[in-house]
Nanobody, 121 residues
Framework: VHLEESGGGFVQSVGSLRLSCFAS????????MAWFRQVPGKERKFVAA????????YDEASVKGRFTISRDNRKDTVYLQMNSLRSEDTAVYYC???????????????WGRGTQVTVSS
């Protein structure tokens, strides 16, 4: 299984970015997909997830109303649209794949290598 993130970069506060994660080596529709993020010295944290058939969940406290997760099963790709970005959104964003529906980090089946998002205030 290989997950390849793209779309990270540098953006000013209140700007937008869209992250993409292309999955290969797996039957994409058999997997739920998610995004996590991590800052240096802190644990990796859940951001958003989407089931194979499009049911979504979010870490409401941190991204409510600003981030949207989606997927295109024809392209084996999951997306994270991030709007109204804040400096506290600065992190490495990781794509994750899972068959079990449990997004505890210890239960994730596969991780991407991550893409850096930096938001200037």
């Amino acid at each position: 299984v290989h997950l390849e993130e793209s779309g990270g970069g540098f953006v000013q506060s209140v700007g937008s970015l869209r992250l993409s994660c292309f999955a290969s080596g797996l039957t994409f529709m058999s997997y739920d997909m998610a995004w996590f993020r991590q800052v240096p010295g802190k644990e990796r944290k859940f951001v958003a997830a989407i089931t194979w058939n499009g049911v979504t969940q979010y870490d409401e406290a941190s991204v409510k109303g600003r981030f949207t997760i989606s997927r295109d099963n024809r392209k084996d790709t999951v997306y994270l649209q991030m709007n109204s970005l804040r400096s506290e959104d600065t992190a490495v964003y990781y794509c994750a794949a899972n068959t079990g529906g449990d997004w505890d980090t210890s239960n994730v089946d596969s991780w991407g290598r991550g893409t850096q998002v930096t938001v200037s205030s």
